[in-house]
């Protein structure tokens, strides 16, 4: 089954402490980012990849990082979490062609920061 | 930058009634169009989508068509039922980065 997975689902954890947020998928897209979705903000995007280690930022890249080691993966690292990053986050995957540009998202990961 | 207004929400209507959630943009080059659906505690689902100018894209009874001309791409459903209640989402894609733009998103109620 096609299918973008983030892990985990839910996290809580305290200000500082670093974290990831794993990301795979299983359809050899190309390109892959991050959002993270905020009330009354819609969803912006933090980073994005277009292929293996090609990254560049997004909209809102500020206390986040990323790595592009394998097509499928795409991690999304908090070195030093901090209040204002609590948010729902997800993951999606394209194709790179917009003629293809479909992109297929994780089901979330609600992160809290206290 | 590439933005997207959409239509303020929270919508509600009763089943059956007619649905329209309107959806301007602003965007570098040609952009392609989506609408996508978030079911409460869910990530987004494809609803439909447009690659060029006059095609409508359509699934489940829902409707929208690329307007070139007025940089539009508004939903619509003739006939709505209660399992459609859920946020739907307008989005662009186009630019050196190819990113979807999101528009803020517009929560949908239907009641029996």
């Known amino acids: 089954e096609a299918q973008v997975t983030q892990n985990p689902r839910y996290l809580i954890t305290v200000t500082g402490k670093k974290l990831t947020v794993t990301c795979s998928q299983n359809?050899?897209?190309?390109?892959m980012s991050w959002y993270r979705q905020d009330p009354g903000l819609g969803l912006r995007q933090i980073y994005y990849s277009m292929n293996v280690e090609v990254t560049d930022k997004g909209d809102v890249p500020e206390g986040y990082k990323v790595s592009r080691k394998e097509k499928r993966n795409f991690p999304l690292i908090l070195e030093s979490p901090s209040p204002n990053q609590t948010s729902l986050y997800f993951c999606?995957?394209?194709?790179?062609?917009?003629?293809?540009?479909?992109?297929?998202f994780g089901q979330g990961t609600r992160l809290t920061v206290v | 930058g590439d933005s997207v207004t959409q239509m303020e929400g929270p919508v509600t209507l009763s089943e059956e009634a007619f649905l329209t959630i309107n959806c301007t943009y602003t965007?570098?080059?040609?952009?392609?169009l989506f609408w996508y659906v978030q079911y409460p505690g869910e990530g987004l689902q494809l609803l439909l989508k447009?690659?060029?100018?006059?095609d409508k894209g359509s699934n489940k009874g829902f409707e929208a068509t690329y307007r070139k001309e007025t940089t539009s791409f508004h939903l619509e459903k003739g006939s709505v039922q209660v399992s459609d209640s859920a946020v739907y989402f307008c989005a662009p894609r186009a630019g050196k980065s190819e990113k979807l733009v999101f528009g803020k998103g517009t929560k949908l109620t239907v009641n029996p």
């Open positions: 999606a995957s394209s194709f790179l062609s917009q003629l293809r540009g479909e992109a297929f």
């Open positions: 359809m050899n897209h190309e390109y």
């Open positions: 447009a690659t060029k100018a006059d």
């Open positions: 965007a570098t080059g040609y952009p392609s």
